[in-house]
């Protein structure tokens, strides 16, 4: 499996706070990606980067954004959290260089649930 | 702009039987990708089969195999000897392989199956 985590795993906050979610690879590559899993949607681009400070708008970005300071961490901020929301948070990774060969498979983190009462 | 749909929410497939799970797509590209994932209860979202728009040859990974359908935009996933850790949700996704395109997936709507001992 390739190495991504997410913290924290869940999470229960309330109406108007802030959220930050986590996303971290070990595996050096290149595009990092939010989704939002929500029920009859499928999973939705929240935001993405493309290198280190670079990033841009995916299909549902209002009320988030995003930073990427190092290759390794992807921060996705809620910040004034909705009920609307309320989802699971998946974290991706792709585009890796191994001698030479490029390979562009998506993978996904473990997910974060998050709560907004 | 591209949109994926899987018309069947729940599906239901007899142990050992098979079942053939249905996607269609959009788009006026001419070079993309087709996935399948899985996605379990415990949440972690994974690969199951992956299809190149310009390989006419179905792709196949042991007990599953599609069949592609360009000039219909059709992309089915047929899971053959069913067995009770196949159920799952699944969800059939494209991505774009236009030169600078980000990698970012397209997801539909996913597809329960339940497997029945």
């Known amino acids: 499996d390739a190495g991504i985590t997410q913290s924290p795993r869940h999470k229960v906050t309330e109406t108007g706070t802030p959220v930050t979610l986590r996303c971290h690879q070990t595996e050096n590559h290149r595009y990092m990606y939010w989704y939002r899993q929500d029920p009859g949607h499928g999973l939705r681009l929240i935001h993405y980067?493309?290198?280190?400070?670079?990033?841009d708008k995916g299909e549902v970005s209002d009320g988030y954004s995003v930073s990427r300071s190092k290759t390794e961490d992807f921060l996705l901020t809620l910040e004034s959290a909705t009920s609307s929301q309320t989802s699971v948070y998946f974290c991706?990774?792709?585009?890796?260089?191994?001698?030479?060969?490029?390979?562009?498979?998506?993978?996904f983190g473990p997910g974060t649930r998050l709560t907004v009462t | 702009a591209q949109t994926v749909t899987q018309s069947q929410p729940e599906m239901s497939v007899q142990e050992a039987e098979t079942v053939t799970l249905s996607c269609t797509y959009d788009t006026s590209e001419s070079d993309y990708y087709l996935f399948w994932y899985k996605q379990p209860p415990s949440r972690q979202m994974i690969l199951v089969i992956r299809?190149?728009?310009?390989?006419?040859q179905n792709a196949t990974e042991n007990r599953f195999s599609v069949n592609f359908q360009k000039a219909a935009k059709s992309f089915s996933l047929k899971i053959s000897d069913s067995q009770l850790g196949d159920a799952a949700m699944y969800f059939c996704?494209?991505?774009?392989?236009?030169?600078?395109?980000?990698?970012?997936?397209?997801f539909g709507q996913g597809t329960t199956l339940q497997v029945k001992p």
């Open positions: 991706a990774i792709s585009e890796s260089r191994l001698a030479g060969v490029i390979s562009y498979e998506q993978y």
């Open positions: 299809q190149e728009a310009y390989k006419q």
């Open positions: 996704a494209y991505r774009s392989a236009r030169s600078g395109n980000t990698g970012k997936l397209i």
């Open positions: 980067s493309y290198g280190v400070k670079d990033t």
